[in-house]
């Protein structure tokens, strides 16, 4: 009787484990944060891996003066959408 209370007692004991181990994994495959946050880490060192030191150069020189001035970036985003929507009215229009 001692030998089949030891061994549910161990087998409760490993179910729990793999009890836990599948919440953990559930618990990684709905943290969807932290997911994406991999995965653009990811993409982000591939790219510069793969881009010419030039582009990466220019792609930080972009990204700083859009931080120190995003005002002026805004504007001209606002001026592209203006050119294109004006395009594409006259195009209809034709």
């Known amino acids: 009787m001692d030998q089949d209370r030891s061994d549910i007692e ?3 004991g490993r179910d729990r484990a793999q009890i836990a181990e599948t919440l ?16 653009v880490g ?4 591939r ?3 793969h881009a010419p030191s030039g582009v990466q150069d220019s792609a ?12 002026t970036f805004v ?3 606002l001026i592209v959408i203006g050119v294109v929507v004006g395009r ?6 034709s």
């Open 47 to 49: 790219v510069k891996e």
């Open 24 to 39: 953990e994994a559930l618990e990684r495959k709905a943290d969807v944060r932290a997911r994406v946050s991999d995965k």
């Open 75 to 77: 504007a001209l985003g």
């Open 88 to 93: 594409v009215r006259t195009r209809g229009h």
């Open 10 to 12: 161990s087998a409760i």
């Open 60 to 71: 930080q020189a972009t990204a700083r003066m859009i931080r120190e001035r995003p005002s």
């Open 42 to 45: 990811e993409v982000r060192s």
